[in-house]
């Protein structure tokens, strides 16, 4: 059995809830979830690797069990996100950390990598995009949101929110869909259905194209501080293509590119293939 131990730290006035698992004294691992999840999402990877790693997996503002401020009292974004819980791993003394990123994680990530390039030991990507061609078709309607964010671009992306593209996000592309628990997609739904979670999380997808933006000063961060990268994708991912993984080789050419598979939501079908990569990926 895992001593998993489920905490509460106050960062900028704000309550952000993480699980925190392993050894205070064995190499960190921080684990950042993407859309629409939280820190659930590692139930079945932190027992995999708490013998041998201090795993801290925090839920995003705005998601889970962490504060969800009104849209009048904090700003959506990926930069002011990313000071939530750049102020958090300084809050537990995180000092020297290895980053596992998916999805809405990996801007996170990155731009904690890139403010702080000596605490970051190494990178684990599982479907955490840095790259243009790493973006699907399936990410038109957004993009034109970005280009006019009128109320009817709005609208047309609320399809992201509704419970049912939720759980098709977590079977799409899974070739056994009896494999994907409930209770991922389940708890999703849940905390996206409290009011005001559909406002905030389309300001979100606005500010995505922040993100994009920010993919060449990602470069310039993995050409200049070389962090050892594995790249490990669900390869029949709807939203974030196999070509965003083989793209970290342009700048890392040392990095590791592993496809499997299955879906977006890798964990929920591979979570002990992808404990064994992380195990050998980040081995002595």
Same mark, same amino acid.
């Given at each position: ?37 939280? +820190? ?96 699907? /078709? ?7 949101? #970005?280009?006019?964010? +009128?109320? +009817? ?27 994907? +628990? ?30 994009? /933006? ?18 490990? #994708? ?51």
């Amino acid at each position: 059995m895992t001593d998993m131990a489920y905490r509460t730290a106050s960062v900028d006035g704000h309550n952000v809830f993480y699980r925190e698992a392993g050894p205070a004294d064995a190499p960190t691992l921080l684990l950042l979830h993407g859309f629409p999840s939280a +820190s659930h999402m590692f139930r079945d990877l932190i027992p995999l690797l708490a013998d041998r790693f201090h795993l801290v997996a925090p839920d995003l503002p705005g998601f889970g069990r962490s504060d969800m401020p009104s849209r009048d009292n904090f700003e959506y974004t990926f930069e002011r996100i990313t000071d939530v819980i750049d102020g958090l791993t300084e809050t537990l003394g995180l000092d020297r950390f290895a980053l596992y990123v998916f999805d809405y994680g990996a801007p996170v990530g990155f731009r904690i990598a890139a403010r702080h390039p000596e605490r970051i030991t190494a990178i684990i990507s599982q479907n955490g995009n840095a790259y243009e061609e790493g973006l699907s /078709e399936g990410w038109a309607p957004v993009q034109a949101y #970005w280009k006019e964010p +009128s109320p +009817s671009h709005r609208d047309g992306i609320r399809m992201f929110v509704k419970p049912e593209t939720t759980v098709w996000q977590y079977t799409h592309g899974v070739p056994d869909e009896t494999r994907v +628990s409930p209770d991922g997609w389940g708890l999703d739904n849940h905390y996206l259905a409290r009011p005001g979670a559909e406002e905030i999380q389309l300001d979100l997808f606005l500010d995505y194209a922040s993100n994009v /933006e920010l993919y060449p000063r990602f470069h310039e961060y993995f050409r200049t501080s070389k962090p050892r990268l594995l790249a490990v #994708w669900g390869e029949n991912d709807p939203f974030f293509l196999p070509a965003g993984a083989e793209a970290f080789k342009r700048d890392l050419p040392d990095a590791e590119v592993r496809f499997l598979p299955t879906g977006h939501f890798a964990l929920e079908t591979h979570a002990a293939e992808i404990a064994t990569a992380i195990r050998g990926f980040l081995a002595p």
